[in-house]
């Protein structure tokens, strides 16, 4: 694998993401929703470097079954444990792709009834997006390429690489086209 994004460029990027993110909503009470598992190394930087009055929830998706070929979206609200109704509300993932996670996410959520729904996200693919709708946040645009680290897997592996880097072709086991 070849390192994309290392633990430097990382830690000034979200700090920039942090910066932006407190200045959309300066004093106002924020709920950040983490979309599990993939933002979770995200999440547990980037709340530390928000100073707000800041709620912090989870929701899951999964597409990504096996490999690196996205299977059927299933979205999952259980772990949201609190009442986003009249909150503002941020959506954290690790990646934007096709978008259709977020596509599907966002107005689930807006039947909670939150006073307002915005998206960060930590990377975004370049010349994917099947959806009308960006990220209102991101931390790095990245060429195409099955990335992984920092919260990422594959094969559920890698979630723990404190750097995001690119699998190379002959690292991806098994795939058609591969
Ligand atoms: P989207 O719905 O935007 O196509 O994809 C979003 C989800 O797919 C992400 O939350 C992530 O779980 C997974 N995903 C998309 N691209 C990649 C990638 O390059 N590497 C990994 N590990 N997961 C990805
Ligand atoms: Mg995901």
Known sequence: MKVLINEEQLRQGIAQLAERIRTQYRDRPLTIVGVMIGSLVLLADLIRLIDLPMRVDLVQARSYREGTRPGPLVINLDLLS?????????????????????????????????????????????????????????????????????????????????????????????????
């Open 82 to 178: 609190s009442d986003i109704r009249g909150r503002d509300v941020l959506l954290v993932d690790d990646i934007f792709d096709t978008g259709n996670t977020l596509w599907e996410l966002v107005p689930q959520l807006d039947e909670l009834g939150p006073a307002s729904i915005r998206t960060a996200v930590l990377l975004r693919k370049e010349g994917r997006c099947e959806v009308r709708m960006q990220p209102d946040f991101v931390a790095f645009d990245i060429p195409d390429g099955f990335v992984v680290g920092y919260g990422l897997d594959y094969g559920d592996l890698y979630r723990n690489l404190p750097y995001v880097a690119v699998l190379e072709p002959h690292e991806l086991s098994g795939e058609p086209g591969s």
